[in-house]
């Protein structure tokens, strides 16, 4: 199923993230970076929120949404995943690597980090593009059907 972009639907979502962050930076003091999210709530987070980490809220609110959307549009829900799990189980641990390495990933160096004027996030998010760029070179036109 292909999804037709439409400038109103980017632009929602890009509102909704914006907001998200915003209210992350404004209660918490934190940049919401999905996997600085996800570490801290297995080591521990504030407890700004009572027993349960402001991570756990964050993420189920992540889950949730999903699902959320799976039952009211789930036209908009894109799952048609062509590669198997023997390939997209290392490609996952490759990119949780990088991002812990990078000390970010697309969302807390690209959204979080570029609004901030972070040099160091430009630098990264830059990284990130060039790096998806090669891959999907490499797997779309250099290793045609390798990869399913």
Known sequence: MVVEFTP????????????AATLL???????AG?????AGLFKG???????LPWQAFFVAGMVGGGILLR??????????????????????????????VGNGCTSGHGVCGLSRFSAR???ATLS???????TVFITR????????
Do not use: H, N, Y
Request: charged share 10%.
């Open 8 to 19: 109103i639907s980017a632009a929602l979502g890009g509102i909704i993230i914006g907001l």
């Open 45 to 51: 987070g504030s407890d700004k929120l009572g027993a």
């Open 71 to 100: 039952f009211l549009a789930p036209e908009l829900v894109a799952t048609d995943v062509q590669l198997s799990a023997a390939w997209l189980i290392p490609a996952g641990l490759i990119v949780g690597v990088g991002t812990r």
């Open 121 to 123: 996030s430009l630098v």
């Open 141 to 148: 036109t250099l290793a045609v059907g390798a990869f399913g």
């Open 25 to 31: 930076l404004a209660t918490e003091g934190r940049i």
């Open 128 to 134: 990130f593009m060039a790096a998806a760029m090669i």
């Open 34 to 38: 999905i996997s600085g999210i996800l």
